[in-house]
């Protein structure tokens, strides 16, 4: 198959999913077309070394990639991240017409980011045939229980009708793509998967020990992003009540880390560290030096349908897993019995978790990581989730390459 791939981040940004999916679908003969942008993620300005122009194109083996310009301010702010959709969705437009001309099929890579532009591009591209891949339906435009659809939302509704198929990233997402009117024969779940040549389990060298462990206590990590929809307040809190047991440490940044510090500070919570983003290449041994992978997700009805990357990333390297979150996630870790779960945002409910954590002897936490790993290398690997795509990408594009040939070159 000829295959377009349009995606707001890509690689060299942490974008995993419609990364590894071009690489693999140029390995197994496909021609691949990418439309993305400049990478700026997660700080907003464009990467050193790099510089937006409008011609901007590489080749390989089967897999061409072309970059267009898009805004790119440095600024969080909601009026920052609106221009920088709409400025992509406008170079995609442009460029896209004439570049995807000829696909057999797209495959969107759908962040709230990426709306704008297939919207654009599908209206363009008349009926070439669509795989929407949903990762995320949270927009963060509206507050918590608003009921009136901002823009993004509307735009995200519009392109998921039209997509001739759409995949989820979890069962109970697929249940909010249906509330939103797509036919349920539409809908596949596709477990994402994760970065295997870094996630694997690993031993602990003695720097990842020292920057981990402070003494024999459990130790219970938070890895990743320190923002609104992790509500990590709950695990300091939960923490704090258990100062003389176990450690929480947290590793990296966000938008909130200055509030979830204060109120460590506030609880005098000494149990409580933190230390800078790592690189992904560090994880798997930070991961191995801790006792458990801790996984919050705030009590949102949007997030339900929400497996953070975080748990592929644990699960691969098999750590063992304490879950404050509820849908689909907790439904995971219990289900791979890999480790413990609690309903979110109740921070004595947590706190009981880690208290329960911190007795179990670490045979049967080796035990909880084998089983974890066990699941994702059965159910949510890059091997099975790109079968799974494929297949996805082939069934819609069927009347377009007829059965037993081959468009790729």
Not at 296 to 319: H, W, Y
Not at 327 to 341: F, I, Q
């Amino acid at each position: 198959m000829r295959v377009g791939i349009l995606s707001y981040h890509f690689p060299p940004e942490p974008a995993f999913i419609p990364g590894s999916l071009a690489e693999e679908m140029a390995r197994r003969g496909h021609e691949v077309r990418v439309l993305t942008g400049f990478p700026d993620y997660p700080g907003g300005h464009v990467y050193p070394g790099w510089r937006q122009r409008w011609r901007h194109v590489t080749h390989s083996e089967r897999l061409t990639v072309r970059r267009v310009p898009r805004y790119a301010g440095g600024d969080a702010s909601p009026t920052a991240r609106m221009a920088g959709y709409l400025s992509f969705a406008g170079s995609a437009a442009l460029a896209g017409r004439r570049y995807l001309a000829g696909v057999d099929v797209l495959y969107v890579s759908q962040f709230p980011a990426t709306s704008f532009a297939a919207a654009g591009l599908l209206r363009l591209l008349g009926r070439v045939p669509t795989v929407l891949h949903v990762q995320d339906l949270w927009t963060g435009e509206a507050a918590p229980g608003s009921q009136r659809p901002g823009r993004i939302t509307t735009t995200m509704r519009r392109v998921l009708r039209a997509a001739d198929a759409v995949a989820v990233t979890a069962p109970s997402m697929r249940d909010l793509v249906l509330a939103d009117g797509v036919a349920g024969d539409r809908v596949r779940t596709v477990p994402n998967w994760t970065d295997e040549r870094i996630f694997q389990p690993v031993r602990a060298g003695r720097a990842a020990q020292a920057l981990v462990r402070g003494d024999a206590r459990c130790v219970v990590m938070h890895a990743g992003t320190i923002g609104e929809r992790q509500g990590l307040e709950t695990a300091v809190r939960a923490a704090a009540a258990l100062h003389d047991r176990m450690d929480l440490v947290l590793v990296g940044s966000g938008a909130q880390e200055r509030r979830v510090r204060g109120l460590a500070g506030d609880l005098g919570a000494g149990n409580v560290r933190f230390l800078d983003r790592r690189s992904p290449w560090e994880m798997p041994e930070l991961y191995a030096a801790a006792d458990y992978q801790l996984v919050t997700l705030r009590d949102l009805p949007e997030l339900n349908g929400t497996v953070p990357s975080k748990v592929q990333s644990a699960l691969a390297c098999a750590a063992p897993l304490v879950a404050s979150a509820g849908g689909d996630t907790a439904a995971l870790v219990e289900r791979a019995r890999a480790g413990l779960s609690c309903p979110p945002e109740d921070w004595a409910a947590l706190a009981d978790r880690f208290w329960l954590a911190s007795t179990i002897p670490p045979p049967a936490r080796a035990e909880m990581g084998r089983r974890g790993r066990e699941t994702y290398l059965r159910e949510m690997s890059l091997r099975a989730g790109v079968d799974r795509i494929e297949s996805l990408l082939r069934d819609v594009a069927s009347p377009r390459v007829p059965a037993g040939q081959s468009r790729a070159r």
